[in-house]
């Protein structure tokens, strides 16, 4: 019988190849069901042998945990170089959107707390 090692659902296409290539590459035999086309089946890739399931799912969480740790680093990189901006930046550099969204928040909120007190 086998077992659903990792669902597709989400998963960029080159992330899918990546575990495809790192099942392929150890040995771990597998069988991949496809996504419906109207998205109430989600596609997932199946270890056939259930003696190979820790194997898999050690490999493909230690590929997800270097994924994730590059993302970070990318994301660092960017974020000290000046690439991505912080919320208090992008607020600085255009204040009349921010001070907009600002009042509408605080509109939404105020409306809120005053039907709350209204029914008690």
């Known amino acids: 019988m086998a077992i659903k090692i990792f669902s597709l659902s989400g998963v960029d296409s080159q992330e ?3 575990i495809r290539k790192l099942l392929v590459e150890n ?5 991949e069901t496809l996504g419906g086309s109207w998205v109430r089946v989600t596609g997932a ?3 056939v042998d259930i003696s190979q399931l820790d194997e898999a799912r050690k ?22 170089s000046g690439e991505i901006k912080s919320l208090f930046q992008v607020m600085k550099e255009n204040p009349f959107p921010a001070c907009i969204f600002t009042f509408i928040i605080l509109f939404v909120i105020s ?3 005053y039907n709350i007190v209204i029914r008690l």
């Open 16 to 18: 899918a190849s990546d």
């Open 27 to 31: 040995g771990i035999e597998f069988h």
């Open 45 to 47: 890739i199946w270890i």
């Open 59 to 80: 490999l493909i969480s230690d590929y997800q945990n270097e994924l994730a740790l590059n993302a970070r680093v990318e994301y660092e990189k960017g974020f000290s």
């Open 111 to 113: 409306v809120y707390i």
